[in-house]
């Protein structure tokens, strides 16, 4: 759980309709209950939105600040890959292996995944087109009694005629990026000397190995490569930046 210990909001630069802006204002009214999903389609798709996670994460320990210290606990964000495993993004400490999950392509089985987990922060490729969707009776219902923020990204990490940008101010705010396109080998002395110290980090549990080495060939090594240039093109002066688009919760209910 080393996000507690390494993202802040200030390590992000927040512009909206090119102004400067907080998390405030692409998240109003963030509580302590809250919960962030991203919906995922394409291999590594929700690189396009790593700062978007980070700036979530961030909101979710700086609601209790007591969650970075005293409490320890993972962050309540949620991965959801339609039709397929997209690659692990365990490394953003989307963990225990439940906070990700692959639902079909069914529309409704998408919602029921979101319904589920609470989501109240959405995220979800702008690629999927709003059109006309009957869902299950009363579960959009249930689903915009929870939904307070719905926001498009692109998988690339920039998209058209966006509402707000956020640029990683430092390298620091591209690690996990880096190391969910190459996830480290741990060996085993190295996960030993880790007990030994007392980690409780995810590394040491025995379930961890496990699941990056059974999804790691899930994306080819020519797509880890792509990722990795495609993070190099987002880069300017300031570090990188990746833009979004702000939609109502109503909206996103026809693009799932």
């Known amino acids: 759980m080393h996000c507690a210990d390494t993202l802040f909001a200030n390590m992000f630069e927040i512009e909206k309709d090119g ?11 963030w509580q302590p209950h809250d919960r962030f999903g991203i919906l995922i389609d394409e291999p590594l798709g929700a690189l396009g939105a790593t700062h978007l996670i ?4 961030a909101a979710f320990y700086d609601a209790r600040p007591e969650r970075r210290t005293e409490r320890r606990v993972y962050p309540e964000i949620y991965a959801i890959h339609i039709g397929e495993d997209f690659g692990a ?34 995220a979800l490729p702008y690629t999927r087109p709003s059109r006309t969707l009957e869902h299950r009776p009363k579960e959009p219902d249930a689903a915009l009694e929870l939904l307070r923020s719905a926001i498009l990204y692109s998988a690339d990490g920039r998209l058209e005629n ?66 990795t240039s495609r993070r190099k093109d987002l880069s300017e002066e300031k570090g990188v930046r990746e833009t979004y688009r702000i939609i109502t919760p109503e909206e996103a209910l026809t693009r799932l």
């Open 162 to 227: 966006p509402d707000f940008s956020i640029t990683g101010l430092g390298r620091g705010t591209e690690t996990n990026t880096r190391k969910v396109i190459r996830p480290p080998h741990l060996s085993e002395e190295t996960v030993k000397m880790m007990k030994e110290s007392g980690s409780m980090s995810k590394e040491t549990d025995k379930d961890y190995t496990k699941v990056i080495n059974s999804r790691f060939s899930v994306v080819s090594d020519e797509l880890r490569a792509a990722a």
């Open 54 to 57: 980070q700036v979530a994460i």
């Open 89 to 122: 993004l365990t490394e953003f400490d989307f963990w225990p292996a439940r906070r990700e999950v692959i639902v079909s392509t069914d529309h409704r089985e998408i919602l029921d995944a979101i319904n589920d987990r609470a989501i109240t922060r959405l």
């Open 19 to 29: 102004a400067p802006a907080s998390t405030a204002d692409i998240f109003p009214d």
